[in-house]
């Protein structure tokens, strides 16, 4: 070693001069959990919206009126799903997660994406199929 050349370590074999070490491994995981947590705050924030406009809409009633209909403030506040909800429902969730499990089937370069791709589709396919048997099971109330 008369040329005083730098030895790297095997983890910086691959990694170009200046890069930082570990960027992708972690900004890849980051970003997708921190999408994945701005999704469910934004479904969170606007679920409270709508029900703030309404909560407001009803006192501007009752401040006007001075009585609201009871059965009105019912229909208002009662969440209309419908008789297929959890059949929509556990369609979607089957959906996503046969296309975890297309793309287990789809990366070539790795044969052993297969079983954790099952173990990521498992958790939709197994709720959606809940949702599908409560679609047949359960019993259900007219809606409005």
């Known amino acids: 070693m008369g040329d005083k050349q730098k030895i790297r370590p095997p983890q910086e074999a691959g990694r170009k001069k200046g890069e930082s070490p570990m960027a992708e491994d972690i900004v890849v995981p980051f970003v997708v959990f921190a999408s994945l947590a701005a999704v469910i705050i934004s479904a969170f924030y606007f679920?409270?919206?709508?029900?703030?406009?309404?909560?407001?809409?009803?006192?501007?009633?009752?401040?006007?009126?001075?009585?609201?209909?009871?059965?009105?403030?019912?229909t208002i506040i009662r969440e209309n799903v419908g008789p297929y909800a959890d059949l929509r429902k556990g369609i979607i969730l089957i959906a996503i997660a046969s296309a975890f499990v297309a793309l287990g089937l789809a990366i070539p370069a790795q044969e052993d994406a297969l079983g954790p791709m099952l173990g990521v589709a498992s958790f939709p396919g197994f709720v959606g199929f809940a949702y599908v048997l409560f679609h047949f099971f359960a019993p259900r109330e007219p809606t409005v």
């Open 47 to 74: 679920n409270f919206k709508k029900r703030r406009v309404v909560y407001d809409a009803i006192k501007v009633a009752i401040e006007k009126t001075g009585s609201v209909d009871p059965a009105l403030v019912e």
